[in-house]
């Protein structure tokens, strides 16, 4: 069922982002996308690489972190790694940053352009465990989708 969804989701998702080149467009639309269509969440947005730090990009939730330091955090954890995190307790994540106390499970899948890792994908829960592997993989494949978009 949740491939499903996310295969439709993916689908509205390349529907509106299709002939977008501006990458703050396509992330504010994309991250309302994903606000609007998935449960329980307290936010869905970018951290875009600027250097050897993550800068808060277009998102859709409460006033968030501005800066984080590569290979700090969840965020910065998977941008360093160039790895998806899925997180099922934040607060058992050594060296997990608090933007939002009321946050209690993460997903946070690196942006690449090629190899490079442009931005991450950073999605937050109050609910402890609220990603499974089927959200991994369906987000996964609508951010390939979201790169294959904008970076072709």
Not at 31 to 59: C, E, H, M, T
Not at 76 to 101: E, K, M, P, W, Y
Not at 109 to 126: F, K, N, T, Y
Request: one cysteine or more.
């Amino acid at each position: 069922m949740k491939t499903e969804f996310y295969q439709t989701l993916n689908r509205q998702a390349q529907a509106l982002l299709e002939g977008e080149d501006d990458l703050i467009a396509a992330m504010a639309n994309f991250s309302a996308l994903l606000n609007d269509n998935l449960a329980d969440l307290n936010w869905a947005g970018f951290y875009i690489k600027r250097g050897d730090q993550l800068v808060l990009g277009p998102f859709q939730g409460k006033v968030a972190c501005t800066r984080i330091a590569m290979g700090k955090g969840v965020c910065g954890t998977a941008a360093a790694l160039n790895t998806t995190q899925r997180v099922a307790d934040v607060h058992a994540f050594d060296g997990h940053i608090a933007c939002d106390s009321a946050s209690n499970s993460e997903i946070v899948i690196p942006v690449r352009q090629g190899e490079e890792v442009v931005a991450v994908l950073d999605i937050d829960s109050p609910l402890l465990n609220r990603f499974d592997e089927d959200d991994q993989i369906g987000l996964e494949m609508m951010v390939k989708s979201f790169e294959s978009g904008l970076f072709a």
